[in-house]
Nanobody, 125 residues
């Protein structure tokens, strides 16, 4: 059973940067794919970017291209979402999600079996 815990959310000014963490327990880093999702008030959850098992494949939403990156620290079994050039429209609750033994990755929430509790990101001056 995978357990995921996000952290690192907060208030940041437009144009600023933020790094979210997703600590994973239950499986080693190389055995699951990870997706980052977000949900703004009154909107559907949307996929931001994902990384496949072994980090062979990465998918990014158009809104994330050039601004967001995903990385893994295998020793800490933690996945990071680094966000830069943040905009007010990036304000949302951000979730990490995982699927065991997934060789590709998808930006669809239906693809993932395990979810964290979410962390709030607010971009405002």
């Amino acid at each position: 059973q995978l357990q995921l815990v996000e952290s690192g959310g907060g208030l940041v000014q437009p144009g600023g940067s933020l790094k979210l963490s997703c600590a994973v327990a239950g499986y080693k880093s190389e055995y699951y794919s990870i997706g980052w999702f977000r949900q703004a008030p009154g909107k559907e959850r949307e996929g931001v970017l994902c990384s496949s098992m072994g980090s062979f494949h990465t998918n990014l939403a158009d809104s994330a291209k050039g601004r967001f990156t995903i990385s893994r620290d295998s020793a800490k079994n933690t996945v990071y979402l680094e966000m830069s050039s943040l905009k007010p429209e990036d304000t949302a609750v951000y979730y990490c999600a995982a699927k065991i033994l997934d060789r590709s990755c998808a930006l669809s929430s239906e693809n993932y079996d395990h979810w964290g509790q979410g962390t709030q990101v607010t971009v405002s001056s």
